[in-house]
């Protein structure tokens, strides 16, 4: 949002900033054309007043023009009067013309013909080869059947260095505006989003449970917003208690006939009895193979729930090597740094206590398990040196309820239950050959570490 705000507000002022140069410029531009045709036509005015034409349509200037320049050859400025269709008549020059002529375009003298004594600004090239600005006046004389035709030209070079420099002097000073406009625009959006910054930092805090609810002084506006979290917090802690409770007297309502039915069979002899032992235990397993699944799935979405990797690892390895000790098992388990799942800890046992019975249970002699942290999820593996499961097997043993060795304690659950209690914390369960010669099952969860 801070990079979007910014890039918008100095988008839009770079945009004014270069009008605003450009405008500048143009506007400089026209000032210093405009002095410099306002001094030219002053030398024309100068040279309609001097001239004279005699009755030979002969031209002179009964005084010189004080300019020095008038008289230095090729020096940029320059002057001539000539009689506008006198072909025959030469035209008079100054002596920093030398021998060449001034020759302005035909549309130029053709305007000032078309208005005498209106001044007609226009170019041309000098005699050097410069761009020259030319003002252009024609005067009609009492008696004399030629107008008069004054042109005075000055190099235009000097003014468009004038130019030039001053369109480099803003585009430098624009540039400096531009550096500390960005400054300003980054520090005001800074400032005016530091509580918008804050509220989501909270946010953040109750997402990972650090805090139970947002808190905080906040400016007025955001502060109806941060009630209205608090309230979206209540609401769905409401939610998943209700979800709990529907689960727990689900549960209860389900496993009393269950019980009954069960204790009946017993009772009584017969493969109908039998069979009906056989369903009704499958029955037990699977409703609580999807009781399960949904105290999970509403475990998951709990905002802010957190458990400490580390003494979940330590209570059920104690347990767990006491039960399989016996049987000459030896697990091994260690966790690398202070890692939390994020998420409830009778999930994360339940996870952890099915991978590390059913290792095991295959085990020969040696189970280990490891927790760390990598690329910002909680990594699990569990590893034995047992026979371990093809590519097939490891597929197969996923599904519900299938089970590869009939003879072996369980209910075929354990694995699937650990696949969708992963998939409700949007994690997931890998299965590989342990380097053990065993089974490696590997399970990945949302995890943050331990301040």
């Known amino acids: 949002m801070v990079r979007r705000l910014v890039l918008t507000a100095l988008g839009w002022a770079l945009v004014l900033l270069v009008l605003g ?117 024609a005067i009609l004389i009492e008696g004399v ?24 002097a803003s585009a430098g000073l624009f540039f400096l505006f531009t550096i ?39 400016p007025a506006e955001l502060i109806t917003l941060g009630g209205e979290l608090n309230k979206l917090l209540d609401h769905s802690q409401e939610v998943v208690e209700r979800a709990r409770t529907h689960v727990g007297n689900l549960a209860h309502a389900l496993k009393t006939p269950l019980t009954v039915l069960t204790n009946e069979a017993r009772d009584q002899e017969g493969p109908l009895a039998r069979q009906v032992d056989r369903q009704t235990r ?33 209570d059920l390895g104690r347990t767990l090597q006491k039960i399989y000790g016996r049987q000459g098992i030896s697990l091994h388990w260690s966790c690398e740094g202070r890692i939390l799942f994020r998420g409830e800890k009778q999930d994360l046992e339940e996870l952890l206590g099915n991978l590390i019975d059913n290792a095991c249970k295959w085990a020969a002699s040696e189970v280990t398990v490891e927790a760390s942290l990598r690329d910002g999820q909680l990594y699990l593996c569990v590893e034995d040196d047992g026979p371990g499961l093809t590519q097939d097997q490891s597929q197969a043993v996923l599904a519900r309820g299938v089970r590869l060795d009939e003879q072996a304690p369980g209910t075929g659950l354990g694995l699937a239950i650990v696949v969708d209690l992963a998939r409700a914390y949007d994690g997931a369960l890998e299965l590989d050959r342990s380097q053990r010669g065993g089974l490696k099952a590997c399970l990945w969860l949302p995890a943050l570490v331990e301040s």
């Open 21 to 137: 140069a450009m405008s500048l410029t143009a506007l400089f531009r026209q000032t210093v054309l405009s002095d410099l045709e306002d001094r030219l036509a002053g030398v024309a005015d100068a040279l309609i007043a001097h001239v004279e034409v005699s009755d030979a349509l002969n031209l002179r200037l009964d005084e010189d023009l004080i300019d020095p320049r008038f008289s230095q050859t090729f020096s940029g400025r320059y002057w001539q009067v000539a009689l506008a269709g006198a072909r025959d008549v030469e035209p008079l020059r100054s002596q920093s013309l030398a021998d060449a002529v001034l020759t302005p375009p035909d549309k130029a003298v053709g305007d000032a013909l078309s208005s005498p004594g209106r001044p007609v600004s226009s170019t041309s090239k000098g005699p050097d080869g410069e761009p020259l600005r030319l003002v252009i006046r």
């Open 145 to 168: 059947e030629h107008p008069l035709l004054v042109v005075a030209a000055e190099d235009q070079r000097p003014a468009n260095a004038r130019i030039l420099r001053f369109g480099l």
């Open 180 to 218: 500390a406009l960005a400054i300003g625009v980054f520090a005001q959006v800074r400032v005016g989003l530091a509580p918008v910054l804050r509220m989501g930092r909270a946010v953040a805090d109750v997402r990972d449970g650090r805090a139970d609810r947002v808190s905080g002084i906040y």
């Open 282 to 314: 499958l029955m037990s397993e699977q409703v609580e193979h999807h009781l399960r699944r949904a105290r999970a799935a509403a475990h998951a979405r709990t905002i802010g729930a957190r458990t400490p990797v580390e003494r979940t690892l330590d």
